[in-house]
T-cell receptor
Framework: GAVVSQHPSWVICKSGTSVKIECRSL??????MFWYRQFPKQSLMLMAT?????????EQGVEKDKFLINHASLTLSTLTVTSAHPEDSSFYIC???????????????FGQGTRLTVV | DAKTTQPPSMDCAEGRAANLPCNHS???????VYWYRQIHSQGPQYIIH???NNETNEMASLIITEDRKSSTLILPHATLRDTAVYYC????????????FGKGTLLTVNP
């Protein structure tokens, strides 16, 4: 299947600093990418949907000024956690949609996730 | 997208078939059933999907009831590496292709 790569796999940062997480589709062009957050022992929660060349659409309750999403190219989307706090510590996962697959296709390929720890 | 209900956990012996049920009684005609799994501390992995007919691939089989209100994912010969949380997701075309994850089923394969 298609490959989606996230970087870094894990990061530790100090409270108040910003952290950028990259999500790349390696062998296809992703017009749409999704960012999820997962707290321990919980399911994935969708944070936002980003479409290449346009503003991201955030889910209810997700602060767009805190979680900045940029999808400047068809193979790269970035999530920046600004002014990070310990409560932002979580597992962040991206997924990318291959537009060549239709409604019945697999469509969503996931990155390996980024473990963020804010100290 | 229709809501799904899965048992929180299941156990299976290594080498035996694992049958994971999913209830999606409010599914509508144009919604597909997708199965993903998540091994601890990794991103979800696609397994299989279907609309009406039963489906099989190298990983698993998907059995969808005739009324489409429930489905079963079958791992024919479970291995220890199949221990994971399995998510059943119903998704239609009008939801911008986003996947909404429920709590899933933690499948533990025992030696």
């Amino acid at each position: 299947g298609a490959v989606v790569s996230q970087h870094p796999s894990w990061v530790i940062c100090k409270s108040g600093t910003s952290v950028k997480i990259e999500c790349r589709s390696l062998d296809f062009q992703a017009t749409t990418m999704f960012w999820y957050r997962q707290f321990p022992k919980q399911s994935l929660m969708l944070m936002a949907t980003s479409n290449e060349g346009s503003k991201a659409t955030y889910e209810q309750g997700v602060e767009k000024d805190k979680f900045l999403i940029n999808h400047a190219s068809l193979t790269l989307s970035t999530l920046t956690v600004t002014s990070a706090h310990p409560e932002d510590s979580s597992f962040y996962i991206c997924s990318a949609r291959d537009p060549k697959t239709g409604i019945g296709g697999t469509e969503a390929f996931f990155g390996q996730g980024t473990r963020l720890t804010v100290v | 997208d229709a809501k799904t209900t899965q048992p929180p956990s299941m156990d299976c012996a290594e080498g035996r078939a694992a049958n994971l049920p999913c209830n999606h009684s409010t599914i509508s005609g144009n919604e597909y059933v997708y199965w993903y799994r998540q091994i601890h501390s990794q991103g979800p992995q696609y397994i299989i999907h279907g609309l009406k007919n039963n489906e099989t691939n190298e990983m698993a089989s998907l059995i969808i009831t005739e009324d489409r209100k429930s489905s079963t994912l079958i791992l024919p010969h479970a291995t220890l590496r199949d221990t994971a949380v399995y998510y059943c997701i119903v998704r239609g075309g009008g939801s911008n292709y986003k996947l909404t994850f429920g709590k899933g089923t933690l499948l533990t394969v025992n030696p």
